[in-house]
């Protein structure tokens, strides 16, 4: 099994970013997936979470009404980013829960993925 996030960059503040998380060995519409973020000397932190059962997605409040997370398939979750801020610079991280389906309440917090991507550098800055 294999995760790989892209569409990592720089961009202005103000500008956008749609990020992909394709996934090999596995179905992504089988698991809920996460997407987090980690800037420099920060913790890890989730910004989004979307459903296998009915795609229902769910977003931190820094990011709410800005991002947004979809599937096109069963191999790809995207999360497109609009609006950014310098704050948004961070390593971006796709994870799968591989216990569950549906989205867990607790979907901030890196203990409920199981299955992680490698990152991609997001660099937000004029």
């Known amino acids: 099994m294999q995760f790989v996030e892209s569409g990592g960059g720089l961009v202005q503040p103000g500008g956008s970013l749609r990020l992909s998380c394709a996934a090999s060995?596995?179905?992504?519409?089988?698991?809920?997936i996460g997407w987090f973020r980690q800037a420099p000397g920060k913790e890890r932190e989730g910004v989004s979470c979307?459903?296998?059962?009915?795609?229902?997605t769910y977003y931190a409040d820094s990011v709410k009404g800005r991002f947004a997370s979809t599937k096109d398939n069963s191999d790809t979750v995207y999360l497109q980013m609009n609006s950014l801020k310098p704050e948004a610079t961070a390593v971006y991280y796709c994870?799968?829960?591989?216990?569950?389906?549906?989205?867990?309440?607790?979907?901030?917090?890196?203990?409920?993925?199981?299955?992680w991507g490698p990152g991609t550098q997001d660099t937000v800055s004029s």
């Open positions: 994870a799968a829960n591989m216990m569950r389906r549906h989205c867990p309440g607790g979907f901030r917090a890196t203990y409920e993925f199981d299955y």
């Open positions: 060995g596995l179905r992504l519409d089988d698991y809920a």
């Open positions: 979307i459903s296998a059962t009915d795609d229902t």
